[in-house]
């Protein structure tokens, strides 16, 4: 068996910025505080189960809020509501 030791050289990894909400954006699509909430928790990848659990709401809440969101944003299920909202800076 043969070992040998080889020196790479380090790259740089570009710091990245702190995440800004676009609040310009929330408030033309008059997203809630709790709506943006629970977006950012479905981006998480969080169920409707989990987030009720975290936030002490029932799951129909939760769907309720889900659905308010995704009509706002114009998605019609999780997997188009994530990519939207990072698109318009409304979550990291």
Same mark, same amino acid.
């Given at each position: 068996?043969?070992? $040998? !030791?080889?020196?790479?050289? #380090?790259?740089?990894?570009?710091?990245?910025?702190?995440?800004?909400?676009? /609040? %310009?954006?929330?408030?033309?699509?008059?997203?809630?505080? $709790? !709506?943006?909430?629970?977006? #950012?928790?479905?981006?998480?990848?969080?169920?409707?189960?989990?987030?009720? /659990? %975290?936030?002490?709401?029932?799951?129909?809440?939760?769907?309720?809020?889900?659905?308010?969101?995704?009509?706002?944003?114009?998605?019609?299920?999780?997997?188009?509501?994530?990519?939207?909202?990072?698109?318009?800076?409304?979550?990291?």
């Amino acid at each position: 068996v043969v070992v $040998r !030791e080889v020196h790479v050289k #380090e790259v740089p990894v570009p710091a990245r910025e702190p995440f800004l909400l676009n /609040e %310009k954006k929330r408030e033309d699509l008059s997203i809630t505080p $709790r !709506e943006l909430e629970i977006l #950012e928790l479905i981006a998480q990848g969080m169920s409707n189960r989990e987030i009720a /659990e %975290k936030l002490f709401v029932s799951e129909n809440t939760v769907k309720t809020h889900s659905s308010r969101v995704f009509d706002k944003l114009g998605a019609r299920r999780r997997t188009q509501a994530v990519p939207l909202g990072k698109e318009f800076g409304l979550i990291p």
